[in-house]
């Protein structure tokens, strides 16, 4: 489809495994945002790519925490040593610069 | 710092009612406002926004106005219906060159037939 797709959909794993969530944005959005979302709350901002380069990761909350985008399109979303707090819905948007952020539909992490 | 306030849910309501969903915001500068939507099993949608204040932004039959006296952006429909049913999230962008959006908690909306 022509919107942004994430993956897995749903990923369980156990506590001090290692995690990576990819991100697929819409063909040509030059900007993808990372977002987490825990049970009852708003998404909370992660980090923002413009192109290749990380332009803000103001919101990664640790350094367990690592996100790339080499080729300017695909991203991946990288968790070390999972914590059970970092049980959420992790989301990916993508935009044209300055534009409508259009999300995918999450990608659902339990870490038991 | 830059925050979104909005009503606690669930709001529980009959179809053709009227609908008002309360937010608040605090930033620093000149936001933009938006409401996103989030159907059963589907991803974050933009329902609408306001960039600037006294602007109204409309899709669907919602509204909402920018007040900027009042720090507000409350989320209207005169009637609504069972496929309305959604969670809503009141959301602001402070910064026009990240577009970053700081979003609310999020209302859960139930309209019962």
């Excluded at chain 1, 697929?24 to 992660?46: K, V």
């Excluded at chain 1, 990664?60 to 925490?65: G, I, K, T, V, W």
């Excluded at chain 1, 992790?90 to 999450?106: N, Q």
Aim: with cysteine; net charge negative; hydrophobic share 30%.
């Amino acid at each position: 489809g022509a919107g942004v797709s994430q993956t897995p959909s749903n990923k369980v794993t156990e506590k001090g495994k290692y995690v990576e969530l990819r991100c697929d944005p819409i063909s040509g959005h030059t900007a993808l945002y990372w977002y987490r979302q825990s049970l009852g709350q708003g998404p909370e901002f992660l980090i923002y790519f413009q192109g290749t380069g990380a332009a803000d990761d103001s919101g990664l909350p640790n350094d367990r925490f690592f996100a790339v985008r080499p080729e300017g399109s695909v991203s991946t979303l990288k968790i070390q040593r999972t914590e059970r707090g970092d049980s959420a819905v992790y989301l990916c948007a993508s935009s044209e610069t300055g534009g409508e952020l259009f999300f995918g539909e999450g990608s659902r992490l339990t870490v038991l | 710092g830059n925050s979104v306030t909005q009503m606690e849910g669930p709001v529980t309501l009959s179809e053709e009612a009227f609908l008002t969903i309360n937010c608040t915001y605090t930033a620093t500068g000149y936001p933009s406002l938006f409401w996103y939507v989030q159907y059963p099993g589907e991803g974050l949608q933009l329902l609408l926004k306001a960039t600037k204040a006294d602007d109204k932004g409309s899709n669907k039959g919602f509204e909402a106005t920018y007040r900027k006296e009042t720090t507000s952006f409350h989320l209207e429909k005169g009637s609504v219906q069972v496929s309305d049913s959604a969670v809503y999230f009141c959301a602001l962008s402070v910064s026009g060159a990240t577009n970053k959006l700081i979003f609310g908690t999020g209302t859960l909306l139930a309209v019962q037939p």
